[in-house]
């Protein structure tokens, strides 16, 4: 980031080849497999598998917070809120204070596989074939879908809810009367997401590719040639690429013109021995956090590919990875419960 950023990361000058730099990284032994990260202000949120969200400020004592009866299945957050799903059956919203309030419960306990956060405190959750969302005070919409949900997704703009499924994504204005509008491509959908100018729609598919439409007109994008199944995406910051894992390198896709990747070849960079696993975009530069199978972290730079080196292997894989509101911290975690952050101020 030397000269084109806000900070500098100390004792390390960009360059072709993978530099370590000297990163203070505050280690944190979170207890379980970390499945999520997110930041609530300058607070670090760890989701563990079981029960519990860490908090780790930046100064004083992590806390622990017991928030469901078993296993969370999904959590998205907003930067006010981390929002869970459990196998308890109940959607859950803990704010930056550690207290937390149940949305809703599943009148039949199914588990709540996804869910979502949007506009105005929206929030969509999907148990089985049945995706939901509540705006407000408001008492929550339904949608039946024909098979299990894999992924929801806001869009950027307005109450629309993206809900990918076995054979392509529906979208779902929950406030209008009428049948959603309907993306169609065969195969199982998981990991839905808008871009951030609302323009594109991304799935990730349960074989090694993702697909793609462009909403205005549900022209197809597909995008293939991965080793494994995608399982973490992002655009970068103004949404100029869409940062992928599921590879041995970090695999980019354009998105800078009207067509998005259409007909077009992806950049690659951070060629590795192992898989990516977890990638995180910096939230006001074009760079990505990318995390390994073997617990690597480099930190890599678009315009020239440059490398950063931020944590060295420990043989257990990246599993979440999340950068605060100023791009200063990165917080991680792994499969195996070891977790950190790293400040980079």
């Given at each position: ?11 390390c ?12 990284t505050r280690p ?11 930041f ?14 860490l ?11 017991d928030?469901h009866?078993g296993g969370?299945?999904?959590?998205k ?9 459990g196998?308890d059956?109940k959607?859950?919203?803990?704010d930056?204070?550690g207290e937390?309030?149940?949305i ?8 709540i596989?996804e869910v979502a ?5 929206a929030?969509a ?21 024909p ?7 806001f869009?950027?703009?307005g ?14 204005f ?6 959603p ?6 195969g199982s ?10 323009k ?7 074989e090694?590719a993702?697909?793609g ?5 549900a022209?197809?994008?597909r ?6 199944r995608v399982r973490?995406?992002?655009?970068t910051a ?11 390198q970090?695999?980019m896709w ?8 259409m007909?077009k ?7 590795f021995?192992v898989?990516?696993?977890v990638?995180a ?11 390994y199978?073997?617990?690597?972290i ?26 605060d509101?100023?791009?200063?911290t ?16």
């Amino acid at each position: 980031f030397k000269q084109k950023t806000a900070y500098e990361i100390k004792e390390c000058d960009w360059s072709s080849d993978v530099c370590s730099s000297d990163l203070r990284t505050r280690p944190v032994e979170a207890g379980g497999p970390v499945v999520a990260a997110y930041f609530l202000d300058r607070t670090a949120v760890f989701v563990l598998g079981e029960e519990t969200l860490l908090f780790v400020p930046p100064k004083g004592d992590t806390q622990r917070f017991d928030i469901h009866s078993g296993g969370i299945l999904s959590a998205k957050s907003d930067g006010t809120r981390v929002v869970t799903g459990g196998d308890d059956g109940k959607v859950v919203s803990t704010d930056a204070k550690g207290e937390s309030k149940t949305i809703a419960t599943d009148s039949k306990r199914r588990w709540i596989d996804e869910v979502a956060v949007g506009p105005d405190g929206a929030v969509a959750w999907s148990a089985g074939k049945t995706a939901f969302m509540q705006s407000g005070k408001n008492e929550p919409k339904s949608l039946d879908l024909p098979s299990s949900v894999g992924g929801l997704a806001f869009a950027p703009k307005g109450i629309r809810v993206a809900v990918a499924h076995y054979g392509g994504v529906s979208l779902w204005f929950p406030n209008v009367q009428g049948k959603p509008e309907f993306l169609e491509w065969k195969g199982s959908h998981h990991h839905v997401a808008y871009s951030p100018d609302g323009k594109f729609l991304v799935t990730a598919m349960q074989e090694p590719a993702l697909h793609g439409w462009r909403v205005a007109d549900a022209k197809h994008m597909r995008m293939s040639g991965y080793s494994a199944r995608v399982r973490s995406f992002g655009w970068t910051a103004g949404g100029k690429w869409l940062a992928t894992a599921g590879s041995e390198q970090l695999v980019m896709w354009p998105f800078q013109s009207k067509d998005g990747p259409m007909g077009k070849q992806p950049k690659m960079f951070a060629a590795f021995a192992v898989r990516v696993s977890v990638v995180a975009c910096h939230p006001k530069q074009e760079v990505v956090a990318v995390g390994y199978a073997d617990g690597t972290i480099l930190m890599v730079r678009i315009d020239d590919g440059a490398e950063v080196l931020a944590r060295k292997p420990d043989d257990s894989p990246v599993s979440a990875m999340a950068w605060d509101e100023n791009g200063t911290t990165l917080a991680f975690g792994t499969e195996s419960g070891s977790a950190g952050v790293i400040d980079l101020a």
